[in-house]
Each structure stands twice: as C-alpha cells, then as structure tokens.
C-alpha cells in the first residue's frame, strides 16, 4: 500500500510526537508542532497515538492514494478535497484507490495532520519517525517531501479494515465517504482573531522591570513571518531588564519564552534548540501549544498568568477528554479493547 506525492506543498513533513532522550547530545525534539491534531488524527484511524503522520504547513500538497484507505485529517483547515468535493476533516473517511487528495486554500489555522490507518512504513531514527529538517534527519530520507516522492503505508488494523469494509459498502460511485460520526465542536480548537496564551513565570522572571512585566502581561504580541518551528518570533513593545545580566546557557523546554536583547520575544516550539542563554519571562502551559501551533504570522496573542497549579489542572482536564474520546471510539470498535489492561 502507496500513496504518490504529485505536489508538496509549502512544507510537509513526516512527523509523530518527537525524538525524546537525547537532548543531552544536541539532539533536538522535533515531532509536530501540534501534537493534540496528530494525536486525534491517530485514534480516529485506530492507530496508536504518536504514530507519525504527515504535518501540512499554510499551502497544500495533492497525493494519488494507490490503494483503498482510511484516513483522518485534523488540525488547521487546508480545504482537503477529492474530485473538487470537499472531505469532511475530524472524522474517519475511506478513500478509493486511484483517488487524488488536495489540500488547497488556508480557510483557518496553520497545520494540517493527516493520518492514514496503520501509518506510514517509515523507519525509526532514535525512536521517532519525527522529520529533523535542519540535521537531514528521520522522516522521509530525512526532509520534507518532494514531488514525486512514494510512502508505504503499514497493513491497517483488524478494526480499520472493519470500518472500511463498512464504508466501502455505502460509497456506491462516490470516490470516498466519511462516516457517520464525527469529533465534536468541543474537542476541536476554534481559530481566533486574538488569542490569549496562559503562561507561567519563568527561571529569570524578577529580572525583568515592572513596567515591561506588566507589559508583557497585557499588550498584544503579534506573530512575525520570521516565525517557523523552531520557534515565533512576536513583535510588540520592548521587554526589558532591570539592568544587563550575562547568563550561562541552560536548558529550554517547548514553550519557553526567552527575551533576546532587542525586548521581542521568541517563543519556542518543536524545533528549539536545546539550551538558551536569553533570559527566561514565562513557560506556556502545555494545552496551548497546540493553538499557538496553529497561529500564523499576522496574528496577535495576549499572555495571562496562570499558576503551575491551574497548568496542570488544565493539562488533566485536557487528558481526560482525550481517554473519553478513546474509550467512546474503542465502543464504536475503531480501537481494539486490550483484555490485558
């Protein structure tokens, strides 16, 4: 089983949750920039969580799907299409074989995940499949895909093949169709015009003088085309310190916010480096990520305080959705039921 790249896109990359355990070697995490998407994607095609899928930056990429399969795709809407009717995106769809999927217009958001039942059959690099651009590691021949360029997928699973075989059933003439159900409003995260990013204090917040704490906690911020995944770069009023510190580098972690000499902020994400010797004001608490992820350059964000206490609050609420929705999906019989657990 294939599917055939007939245009790339602007990036698109093979990406899981990251390359975890070797940041003390200079290697860094990567994984996808919004791992909540790919983590849905996954479940709904009855694969497990951190498989890798196919991350899909701002402009769409097309693929010839050479087989039957069942895929979801999540995240950002990249208006996904067969034959110029659009898919239905946060559900399981079955594709025909000889099908042509597009991505086109950036209708919302930044990221599309695209996952295909069994995953990809690509090998593990330090026990991801997570693409590192800049080292030409892991992924596909470890870059983003190119014109022409063919993915094995894996055999899908017994419950996959299951709904599939069901889908097939009903799709007639029809190139694919979705099913019935689907992941409700309140599991999706909505694309705003202005965002507000909880953050928590960081390793030097009290060097920073009051006016540009209060600053910092309050003026919008507005994401800059020098942007990527190794981190955004936010223009706004300068962020400055009581007085000048030189610091020793230490270690960063995703969504910490380092303030350079300028006063702009970076916010890092997937592909930071593995220490820093900016200063640290905050720590995004770990359920924005994901909608930080999906914020393309143009759009503004507002920092609010939180205490780690309320991050982690907020972390296990976010977790629990996520077990319900498994647990909601193995009764649908698209994930198999271990007796074991």
């Known amino acids: ?13 093979i990406q899981d949750l990251g390359r975890y355990g070797y940041q003390k070697h200079g290697v860094i995490v990567s994984g996808a920039m919004d791992t909540y998407s790919l983590r849905i994607a996954n479940l709904l095609v009855g694969n497990e969580e951190g ?3 196919l991350e899909i930056t701002l402009m769409g990429p097309s693929f010839l799907i050479e087989q039957d399969t069942l895929l979801a795709i999540t995240g950002g809407d990249l208006s996904p299409s067969i034959d110029e009717e659009s898919i239905p995106m946060w559900r399981p769809v079955y594709i025909k074989g000889g099908s042509v999927l597009r991505f086109g217009t950036c209708k919302s958001g930044c990221r599309s995940y695209l996952a295909v039942a069994g995953g990809f059959n690509i090998p593990e690099v330090m026990g991801s499949k997570s693409t590192y651009l800049r080292a030409g590691l892991g992924g596909f021949h470890g870059r983003a895909l190119k014109e022409a360029d063919v ?6 699973s017994e419950q996959a093949v299951h709904t599939m075989r069901g889908l097939e059933a009903k799709a007639g003439e029809r190139p694919f169709v979705p099913t019935s159900w689907y992941i409700e409003r309140g599991y999706i995260p909505q694309d705003k015009g202005h965002t507000m990013v909880r953050v928590m204090r960081g390793s030097q917040f009290e060097l920073f003088d009051e006016d540009s704490v209060t600053t910092f906690l309050n003026e919008p911020f507005q994401v ?42 970076i916010l890092l994400l ?5 220490v820093g010797g900016y200063p640290k004001i ?14 393309k350059p143009g759009k503004k964000l507002t920092f609010q305080e939180i205490t780690v206490e309320e991050a982690e609050r907020l972390y296990f609420v976010r977790e629990k959705h996520i077990q319900s929705l498994k647990l909601r999906m193995k009764l649908k019989g698209i994930i198999r039921h271990d007796k074991n657990k």
Do not use: C, F, H, W
């Open 151 to 156: 993915l094995e997928l894996n055999r899908p």
């Open 51 to 53: 498989e890798a899928g």
């Open 1 to 13: 089983m294939s599917m055939k790249v007939l245009q790339p896109g602007l990036l698109t990359s």
């Open 282 to 295: 905050a720590q995004v608490a770990a359920v924005d990520i994901s909608i930080i992820a999906q914020m």
């Open 224 to 265: 800059t085309p020098q942007s990527d995944r190794m981190g955004y770069r936010l223009s706004g009023p300068a962020v400055k310190l009581k007085r000048p510190v030189e610091m020793i580098s230490e270690a960063v972690s995703l969504g910490t916010v380092q303030i350079p000499p300028d006063g702009n902020p």
């Open 270 to 274: 997937a592909d930071r480096q593995t």
